[in-house]
């Protein structure tokens, strides 16, 4: 990055990140930017089942070869369409990414979008994530929870069978 370390006093890396060849690297080189006292927030995809993870990288190898003329109207399909049924949503979504279950369909349509375009998408666990802010001497680490609540969610969220859910964590730089 083009700063001088130690420089800000907040920084945050939200959906981003696992998008680059390498998250931990990425990681490590925004952690450099903020200085003693600072906080470093970040979100990244959260890693979720084995038959998640197998369904995900199958289609993603495919649907990253895709030209966007062809990529466009799967995800629009996909996100703003299915996305948008509730049952469906909630059946479907346990098994392939939907993007997301916001209203606004062209907020799902984008949010598919950005889950089957990207060349990189790497998943992560809250330990791994909490221990590179450990290893970059972050102290005073929350694992932030889903804003979602109910005794359902917060079952299927704890057991990682929430396609495109995410880790997020902030830390404060000793």
Known sequence: LPFAEGQFDYVYSIGVIHHTPNTQKAFQSIAK???PGG???V?????????QELINKTLRAVTTRLPH?????FTFFLGA???GIP???T??????????SVPDWRLRACDAFDWYSPKYQFHHSPEEVMGWFKEEGFTDLQLLRPQKSGRLYEWVYDHNLIN?????VVGKKA
Not at 43 to 51: D, E, F, G, L
Not at 164 to 168: D, E, I, M, P, R
């Open 33 to 35: 930017m903020v200085k």
């Open 39 to 41: 906080q470093l927030a």
């Open 43 to 51: 979100w990244v995809y959260r890693k979720n089942t084995w038959p």
């Open 69 to 73: 003329v062809i990529l466009k109207p």
């Open 81 to 83: 369409v299915l996305g």
């Open 87 to 89: 049952v469906v949503n």
């Open 91 to 100: 059946i479907l979504a346990r098994i392939v990414s939907l993007g997301s």
């Open 164 to 168: 495109g859910s995410g880790v997020n």
